[in-house]
């Protein structure tokens, strides 16, 4: 039998594209998974965001209400700014 210098790195390129092969449902699986996670974040800060506008909505009504004084009372205005 003759040896052929190509052989050995026909054969170590041919076991690594099998590795690769055998390895790649498993990071199509990672990569799904990371995908999901980075929908579910940005699906949480839009929902922070809107949430936070609502927040700042509230307190500026309280804060004009609280400016305009009491209900009805005699009480002074508060001075808040």
Known sequence: ???DAR?????ALQEQVA???RA?????KQLEGIRKLLERGTRLVVQLAANQRKLQASVAE???S???GGNGHAKG???IQ
Do not use: I, Q
């Open 24 to 28: 790649a449902p498993r990071h199509d």
């Open 77 to 79: 205005k508060l001075n």
């Open 1 to 3: 039998m003759r040896f």
């Open 7 to 11: 052989s050995a790195p026909e054969r």
């Open 66 to 68: 609280l400016k305009r």
């Open 62 to 64: 309280l804060t004009n």
């Open 19 to 21: 590795a690769l092969e």
